[in-house]
Structures are given as C-alpha cells and as structure tokens.
C-alpha cells in the first residue's frame, strides 16, 4: 500500500508540474494535445511512466459508467493529493488522460515491466477497484474492464 501512495504523491507532483507549465503560457491548451502526457509514458524514469499509466487507467475506469460523479472526483483527489479547488484544473488532465491514444494492452505492457511482483499489480488493481466503487454502483461496464484489465495484469 505504501509504494501505490508513494507512487501517487509522485503523480501529484507531476500533475502540478503540467498544470504550472500550462499556467505560464498566453494561450489555454488545446483539447486533444496529448504531448505532455504521451511523454510520460515514453519518459527514461519509470516512475513518470507509471504516474501516467495510472492516471490513465483511473481515467478510463471511472467513466465506463458514462460520467465521472463527484465520489469518484473526491477518491481521485484524496490518492493525487490534490484540494478541491485545484481539482477544477486537474479535470483537463484528467479527460485528457482518458482519452488517450494509447491501448489497455500497450498500458499493461509498461505496468508488467514497472512491477514485475504480482503483490504491486494487485495494488493498481484494487486502486483501480476504489475508483469504480467510489459512486456506491459498480457498473456492468466498470466490471467488465477491470476484470479484463486484472486478468492481463494479474497473469
């Protein structure tokens, strides 16, 4: 439990570092500019690497039910360690993760090569879990992917 926060309190800190690099330009980003965080998941460390994967797995997991409802918001803060009024900003972060041209399969490839023990995927897992039980449903779809998503990563 302890290397999953770790791993997210370094998330978070990426997360600041984009929302302050986009702060400093004239111009708001535009949707659909997925550099930033492609770049995280080609980065050399590979801690960046998986901040983004996790960021994206949590993206996609919370809107298989259709939306992203407030609990979910709240789970997602409290693991990033972000307030609430820095979530409004990080939201962007987040579409944009979720929307990423990246496949689950090529995710699980990077998550493998992160965490070769079987007890830390089991981790991303159950954080994974957190997210989509956050909203007090545990949506057909929501299962549908993380069963998926458990048996890739869980082999």
Request: charged content about 25%; hydrophobic content about 45%.
């Amino acid at each position: 439990m302890t290397l999953i926060l770790s791993c997210l309190l370094i998330l978070s800190v990426a997360i600041n570092i984009y929302l302050i690099a986009g702060k400093t330009r004239d111009q708001p980003r535009m949707k659909g500019n997925f550099n930033t965080l492609l770049d995280g998941l080609m980065h050399s460390d590979k801690r960046v690497v998986l901040m983004t994967a996790l960021m994206t797995l949590a993206a996609r997991v919370a809107l298989k039910d259709g939306h992203v409802d407030d609990t979910e918001k709240a789970v997602l803060s409290n693991h990033l360690g972000l307030e609430k009024d820095e979530f409004a900003v990080s939201n962007a972060m987040f579409e944009e993760a979720s929307k990423l041209p990246i496949t689950e399969d090529e995710l699980v490839e990077l998550l493998l090569g992160i965490y070769p023990k079987i007890e830390d995927r089991q981790r991303v897992i159950d954080f994974l879990m957190q997210i989509a039980l956050a909203d007090g449903e545990y949506h057909v779809n929501e299962q549908s992917y993380l069963e998926d998503l458990s048996r890739k990563l869980l082999k």
